[in-house]
């Protein structure tokens, strides 16, 4: 049973560019969330999507945007890209269809804007 | 808004020694509290949860209980080993979202 995959591992990126991140959840997930993770913080909560819409969303600009594919897999896509920017991009997913479950992460894109 | 709060680390034990990080929270509600574990250069990994008051989690040797009055969420484990070096995460979800709140993570280093 493969667990959540994200692509790409590793990303460099030029101030002002724009960025999309993939994500593939867990087999048998509905929902999708994204969270940024700073060198030496927690992960900070971006948006989530379900039925291939965003559910809820963090304090992000709306330079940080989404989307949830008919399979259940999702983007997400970063514009005007700022040095702050860089950071690891956490994909988690789970199934609401039953109510709150348990939040699976991928590894991870390691994103740097230079 | 809800919040975590976790001790602040690094924390560098010896093999074998007890173990404590505490989390205490704020939040409306009655959330469920998590612990997630990051190794290097990986992702995160629920290490053990509870979602009601009074509740224990344990999973490998770690347990954390759910105490309402004190909110709190502390991680312990009676011996630590090299293999449990790690960052360590307190995290809640609540108020009907199931987005995560995390605290700022705790180091952990182990030496044998």
């Known amino acids: 049973d493969a667990g959540v995959t994200q692509s790409p591992t590793h990303l460099i990126k030029t101030r002002g560019q724009q960025v999309t991140l993939r994500c593939s959840p867990k087999s048998g997930h509905d929902t999708v969330s994204w969270y940024q993770q700073a060198l030496g913080q927690g992960p900070q909560f971006i948006f989530q999507?379900?039925?291939?819409?965003?559910?809820q969303r963090g304090n992000f600009p709306d330079r940080f945007s989404g989307h949830q594919f008919p399979n259940y897999s999702s983007e997400l896509n970063v514009n005007a890209l700022l040095l702050g920017d860089s950071a690891l991009y956490l994909c988690?997913?789970?199934?609401?269809?039953?109510?709150?479950?348990?939040?699976?992460f991928g590894p991870g894109t390691r994103l740097t804007v230079t | 808004g809800n919040s975590v709060t976790q001790m602040e680390g690094p924390v560098t034990l010896s093999e074998e020694a007890f173990l404590t990080i505490n989390c205490t929270y704020t939040a409306t509600g009655y959330p469920s509290l998590f612990w997630y574990v990051q190794y290097p250069g990986e992702g995160l990994q629920l290490l053990l949860k509870a979602t009601k008051a009074d509740d224990k989690g344990s999973n490998k040797g770690f347990e954390a209980t759910y105490r309402k009055e004190t909110t709190s969420f502390h991680l312990e484990k009676g011996s630590v080993q090299v293999s449990d070096s790690a960052v360590y995460f307190c995290?809640?979800?609540?108020?009907?979202?199931?987005?995560?709140?995390f605290g700022q993570g705790t180091r952990l280093t182990i030496n044998p």
């Open positions: 999507y379900y039925e291939e819409e965003e559910r």
């Open positions: 995290a809640l979800s609540g108020g009907g979202a199931q987005k995560l709140v």
């Open positions: 988690a997913s789970s199934f609401l269809g039953q109510g709150q479950s348990e939040q699976y």
